[in-house]
């Protein structure tokens, strides 16, 4: 069975119209060398990765106000089309990749589809899948105006609703209506939409000007709709599926993309002449191999000529083979047998390919091939992985293969707890298996899934190497409720008989068996099947599966034994559901129910495994007589970051199943140096201690343990901490979703139009500060700007004891702060001794302005806004301050407003509403803190523009200068470490105005500007 996972993406098309800012995406120029450091740590996922929680999440990231409903659907036999293939077939998508449908619009709603052929063409079929019935209208057209903003019709920047410029050219064809009958998920005939007519794109003589084209569809109620697949499944960034109608009627615009996420599940058939040819590779899984060959197939056409042949020796058709980017062999056609061609020469080829490589390297192929006139094409690259076991020294392999988001590692969990060793392949995220990873020398493998493709069934199928591992004497066991389903040979009420030389004959011992038995005449919830199975093994737990909790449908398989042993009986059918057999050689188990169905669930919906499913695993787990290295799980140790230099303690529980002598071993490398060993020692049963050497700051040290018995070693996975080092007096922290690797995260401190670099290279630090973090620093920037709202911590108890302790500089800034502190932007009232209070706010006004772009006041002579002032003034114009996150930032929030305590002095004010948006203090202990209700970066002016958030006189960088004035709390007016005459001598050149702007910021009466007094107070100081 193929098990689609389908989401319906709600789009409720509410995009911003406004325009926005470039990002920069270049480093400032020059900086010191400065530490990229994160509070906490991360996982790297695999390209193929296609867990549907991660499409959910980056869904629900990519498009605001998207609604995603997973939903779980009978399952369809796919036929592929055969007039659908290379190279005739143009699409986004391939034809099993639809994960969701399209809740979009109703009647009169359009969606159109650019595609760009190869070459002069005709336009003869359109396929489209569909999640439901219903009538629309198609037809053909050029690509129309909407060339003028995307000559290749990608819209996945043009948001919709945003233009009138329409995709639509001059129609080509008559607008037919058609009717979608049911759901649809494949290229097969029933998908065919008539589009009334065909027709041809491009000039036959001058083949290098092939326009694009456009498929239309035009809805006639709210439904049918259309099968899509997610962007973040393949890697792409472009959709070339525009919307337009009815429902964009209130926007600006009729037009724009459907959404960034997606491409409608499409395929066009066409026709060329005078094309290349076209070879299509079969994608190789990753592998253990770290040499070739390896045997690859392709699908290689072409028209046929004069000569009556397609694809021939003459052709010109080069594989080039790759090795991390650098290209090192190629290979031609006369390289290449055929292994499954028509009369034509047309079909499936077969390539030896050669590398040499080790593990971590990437190896990549693609076809180039030239037509006879000179014109080029290329297939995508395709690419595997050479990857090595994480654990060589298992005995057992786990083999993950149709997965999906149901399953919640049960399989894993048993043999943990058991205490055994393991590998897994997961099968979705390697691209398939191979004789390599089969065949590496475990003795067990124990496969679970829904819908197997890669162990066979019969012996007409292909083998990826498990008759290798049968024969060697290893043990296998099969957990499908669709394994017969897969080979798609004998439905239901038929019999699938089996003989000597089908594997599941051979393997399991299973004479016939009836795949999808449907005895209730209901399709959609797999037959009456069996849920209660009871078990014909003394010790072994009967199941009772329940698949409405867990996600699935039941689909079990009926099973008649031949040399295998019925261990499993359904209450209500009768029917065996489940066999084993030792021969003496090796031992096979095959289940036709999906055992982990055997779970339950809690009232907010997580999932857990009953006790029986446990014992189920255990039974066998001990049946198949596993070897194992001792088990061992890291239980304490230092992780992300630490603060000093010291000796850091690991340590690890340690276990073995078979009681075998052992020993363990911490294991560590600095910098990625070599790794050392230390040998750890027992300080209590079980548990194991070792110790990581003090090392210098700034070093980053992983580590893991590893534990030696008679089969083998295992090691944890490692685990890393870095040894802080500070290499600025400034810390600057990004309190939100935003990086300091690129914009807008690295650029607060930016110097626009100087330098073009930043005025201080600071130390960056993402998220939540601590104590010992804080220790280091005097001057500390605190960035909350943040369009996710979920990546802010309240750090703010840290920061207030750190604050406590005198003279230190502190800056605060963002536009949602106080609502992000509270968590229900309620205005409020603050305390003596709360942290807003300090920071001189004694009330806060959240979300000032009806939008996202406000005027603000800057105040004359202030120390931190003054120059902003006059540099306004100065342009002349009329010119005012502007607050825009929209256009700086790229996000539209309403900054805050407050009312200043007694000792605050404000700086910036918003026009409309006439509240204090920033404000300045200096503390009776020295600290120096600003707090803003709004972004710095996010200033401009208006009509002359100017990017005050990157300039000299900006909020940021007029804060940087007051922080590194002397300390008032010291009486260092020059900063030299000590108070004498020098400080008495910089007073009196700031009373006669001889010394720079920014010198003088040391006011000890607080009253600004400088006079007597201060000399005066300053005197005093060095007379003690």
């Excluded at 502190?810 to 603050?830: Q, S």
Aim: hydrophobic residues 35%.
């Amino acid at each position: 069975m193929k098990r689609l996972i389908i989401f319906c993406l709600i789009l409720s098309f509410i995009f911003t119209t406004e325009s926005v800012k470039k990002k920069k995406n270049k480093i400032p120029t020059t900086h010191q060398k400065s530490e990229w450091l994160f509070p906490v740590g991360s996982q790297l996922g695999t390209r193929s990765d296609t867990d549907a929680q991660k499409f959910r999440q980056q869904l629900e990231d990519d498009s605001p106000g998207a609604g995603i409903i997973p939903l779980n659907l009978p399952h369809q036999r796919r036929t592929r089309h055969e007039g659908c293939e290379p190279p005739y077939c143009l699409s986004y998508m391939d034809e099993g990749d639809s994960y969701f449908y399209l809740c979009n619009g109703g009647s009169g709603d359009t969606t159109a589809v650019v595609f760009q052929p190869l070459a002069p063409c005709t336009i003869e079929e359109v396929y489209v899948q569909w999640f439901s019935a219903g009538l629309v209208t198609a037809f053909g057209a050029d690509y129309g105006s909407a060339s003028e903003i995307s000559p290749n019709g990608d819209c996945y920047d043009i948001p919709g609703g945003s233009t009138n410029l329409s995709p639509i050219g001059t129609i080509r064809t008559t607008p037919t209506t058609n009717l979608i009958p049911e759901y649809i998920s494949d290229w097969s005939d029933e998908a065919l939409v008539d589009i009334g007519g065909t027709f041809q794109v491009g000039n036959d003589p001058d083949s290098s000007q092939v326009p694009p084209f456009v498929i239309a569809l035009v809805k006639q109620g709210d439904t049918p709709q259309p099968l899509a697949m997610y962007n973040g499944v393949t890697g792409r960034t472009e959709t070339y599926t525009w919307f337009g109608g009815p429902w964009n009627a209130n926007d600006p615009g009729l037009w724009g993309s459907l959404n960034q996420a997606i491409d409608l599940m499409m395929a066009v058939r066409v026709s060329y002449e005078d094309a290349p040819p076209i070879c299509t590779p079969s994608q190789l899984s990753n592998t253990y191999l770290t040499s070739g060959p390896r045997t690859l197939k392709a699908d290689c056409f072409d028209d046929i000529g004069t000569d009556q042949m397609g694809i021939t020796p003459d052709d010109n058709l080069t594989l080039f083979i790759s090795r991390n980017g650098v290209i090192t062999d190629s290979l031609t056609l006369a390289d290449a047998t055929p292994y499954d061609i028509d009369q034509y020469g047309n079909g499936t080829w077969q390539f030896d390919l050669d590398y040499l490589a080790v593990a971590g390297d990437e190896i990549s192929y693609r076809f180039r091939l030239i037509s006879d006139y000179g014109m080029f094409s290329y297939s995508q690259w395709y690419f595997f992985d050479v990857l090595a076991p994480i654990n060589p020294d298992a005995d057992l392999l786990f083999i993950a293969d149709g997965t999906s988001d149901y399953y919640v590692g049960g399989y894993e969990q048993t043999a943990e707890q058991n205490g055994y060793v393991y590998e897994v392949w997961n099968t979705n995220q390697n691209n398939g298996i191979d004789s390599s990873v089969i065949n590496h020398g475990w003795s067990n493998i124990i496969m679970y899934g829904w819908g197997t493709s890669i162990v066979p069934v019969v012996v007409t199928q292909d083998d990826h190497g498990f008759d290798i591992f049968i024969a060697s004497g290893g043990n296998l066991m099969l957990i499908d409720q669709d394994w017969f389903y897969g080979i798609d040979l004998i439905p239901y009420p038929l019999e699938l008989i089996l003989i000597p030389g089908d594997p599941a004959y051979d393997w399991f011992g299973i004479a016939s068996a009836f795949s999808d038995p449907d005895d209730d005449d209901n399709q959609n919830n797999g037959g009456a099947g069996d849920t209660m199975l009871v078990s014909l093994l003394l010790n072994l737990p009967n199941l009772e599966l329940h698949h409405g909790e867990y996600g699935t449908n039941n689909w079990g398989d009926f099973l008649t034994p031949g040399t295998a042993e019925p261990i499993y009986q359904g209450m209500n059918t009768g029917e065996i559901f489940g066999v084993r057999q030792d021969n003496g050689l090796n031992k096979t188990a095959f289940f036709s129910f999906m055992a982990d169905a055997s779970a339950d669930s809690l009232e907010d919906g997580t999932v857990f495994y009953t006790q029986e499913f446990y014992n189920f695993m255990s039974y066998f787990l001990d049946w198949l007589e596993i070897d194992s290295p001792p088990h061992v799980e890291i239980i304490s140790g230092p992780e992300w970051t630490i603060y000093n230099q010291s000796a850091q303690e690991i340590q690890a529980s340690v276990s073995d199943n078979e009681n075998d002598p052992f020993t363990v071993a911490l294991e560590y490398s600095v910098d990625d140096a070599e790794w050392l060993s230390v040998d750890m020692v027992e300080i209590q049963p079980g548990i194991f201690s070792g110790w990581i050497p003090g090392q210098n700051t700034g070093y980053h040290i992983q580590y893991r343990v590893a534990a030696t018995d008679d089969d083998g070693t295992f090691r944890t996975p490692s685990q890393w901490y870095n040894v802080y080092s500070s290499t600025s007096d400034v810390l600057f922290v990004l309190n939100s979703e935003m990086s300091q690797a690129d914009y807008p995260g690295m650029y607060y401190l930016y110097d626009e139009y100087g330098t073009g670099d930043l005025w201080l290279w600071p130390d960056f630090w993402t998220g939540s500060v601590t104590t010992e973090l804080l220790e280091l620093y005097n001057i500390v920037f605190d960035i909350t700007t943040t369009r996710t709202w979920v990546d802010f911590t309240d750090h703010y108890d840290v920061v207030q004891e750190w604050l406590s302790e005198g003279g230190k500089r502190y800056f605060l800034a963002g536009d949602e702060t106080f609502g992000l502190v509270n968590g229900t932007w309620a205005d409020e009232d603050f305390s003596a001794g709360s942290f807003f209070y300090d920071m001189g706010v004694a009330h806060s006004y959240n979300d000032l302005a009806a939008g996202g772009t406000s005027e603000l006041n800057a105040v004359e002579n202030d120390l931190i806004s003054g120059d902003l002032y006059n540099d306004i003034q100065a342009l002349g114009d009329g010119s005012v301050l502007m607050y825009d996150p929209g256009y700086e930032v790229g996000t539209t929030n309403y900054l805050d407003g407050f009312e200043p305590s007694d000792e605050a002095i404000p700086f910036l004010f918003d026009e409309a509403s006439g509240h204090v948006v920033g404000a300045h203090k200096q503390w009776p202990n020295g600290n120096r803190t600003i707090f803003c209700g709004f972004d710095p970066l996010s200033l401009n002016s208006s009509p002359t523009y100017v990017w005050w958030g990157a300039s000299e006189s900006g909020i940021t960088k007029k804060s940087l200068d007051w922080f590194f004035q002397g300390d008032c709390s010291t009486g260092d007016l020059n900063g030299d470490g000590l108070v004498n005459v020098l400080d008495v001598v910089l007073a009196v050149a700031c009373i006669l105005g001889t010394v720079e702007d920014g010198a003088c910021g040391c006011d000890f009466n607080f009253i600004e500007p400088f006079d007597v007094l201060d000399i005066v107070i300053l005197v005093a100081w060095i007379l003690g």
